[in-house]
Structure formats: C-alpha cells, structure tokens
C-alpha cells in the first residue's frame, strides 16, 4: 500500500491497531523505499484517530459495502475538503464505530462469486478512481 498511496500522490498513511509500519522490515521489503519518501504514523485506536481527523475537518470516505456503500465509479458527492480513505481489516472490514464516523461509504463492484477484493488491491483501485474523480472536469 505504500507503493500504491506513494504513487497516487497521497501526502500520508495514518496506520492504526495492529497493522504494521515501516518498521518492519517486510514492509520496507515490499514498500521499496516508498515507506522513506511517505509520511506516515501509528495510532493504537483508529477510532480515535477517525473522530481527531474528522474535527480537524477532514472527508472520511470508508471502503467498505453495505447499505451506506455508493458505488465507487459513481459517487453521489464530491468535495474538496482534505479526504482520508478508510480502508478496513482484510477479514471483517472497517470497524463499525470508524463507519459511523466516515462521511461516504464507497465500494467496489463484484461480478464474480467473491465479495471483496484483497484490501491492498481494493486500496489501488479506490486511491487512483478517487484522485482522478477530484481532479476530472464536469
């Protein structure tokens, strides 16, 4: 995900619970300098961390399905507000309480018989649809 938020131009990776940082030395593996070039910090509770980011006035979008989800492609509103994209746990998703606290719900599309994408992969995909929708002409 560093790659991936590093080459969408994103300015910051807000790590939260259990998920591992640039200290690890399998990210730096994977990340290949990307983890140097990316701001980034670690918070225990990402619920906390969502009601700070929210104060400070930033557009939470969760990726996550669901009856709040929007498709992804066509999203129902945009803004210009600082955005942080949510991406939850591989297995159980965005936390509820973080959900509760996210301005817009996106997902991607299934057409085969899985629901979900790989998280990393699923982050590529919304990271790059959403920075070209910031930036499209009307």
Same mark, same amino acid.
């Given at each position: $995900?560093?790659?991936?938020?590093? /080459?969408?131009?994103?300015?910051? $990776?807000?790590? @939260? /619970?259990?998920?591992? #940082? ?23 509770? !990402? ?9 400070? !006035? ?6 996550? !399905? !669901? ?10 509103? +945009?803004? *210009?507000?600082? $955005? ?6 591989? =297995?159980? /998703? ?7 606290? @996210?301005?817009?719900? =996106?997902?991607?599309?299934?057409? /085969? ?9 699923? *982050?590529?995909?919304?990271?790059? #649809?959403? +920075?070209?929708?910031? *930036?499209?002409?009307?």
């Amino acid at each position: $995900m560093f790659r991936t938020a590093d /080459g969408a131009g994103l300015r910051h $990776m807000y790590l @939260c /619970g259990y998920t591992a #940082t640039p200290e690890n030395l399998k990210v730096g593996k994977t990340a290949l300098g990307a983890e140097q070039a990316l701001a980034w910090s670690h918070h225990p509770n !990402g619920v906390d961390l969502a009601r700070t980011l929210h104060a400070e !006035g930033k557009y939470l979008v969760a990726l996550e !399905g !669901g009856e709040r989800a929007q498709h992804l492609f066509h999203p129902k509103s +945009q803004t *210009f507000a600082p $955005m942080v994209l949510v991406v939850g746990n591989e =297995v159980a /998703g965005v936390d509820p309480d973080i959900l509760a606290l @996210c301005d817009q719900v =996106v997902s991607i599309p299934m057409i /085969g018989v899985k629901e979900s994408l790989n998280a990393a992969v699923a *982050f590529g995909i919304a990271v790059y #649809t959403l +920075q070209f929708q910031m *930036f499209r002409e009307e």
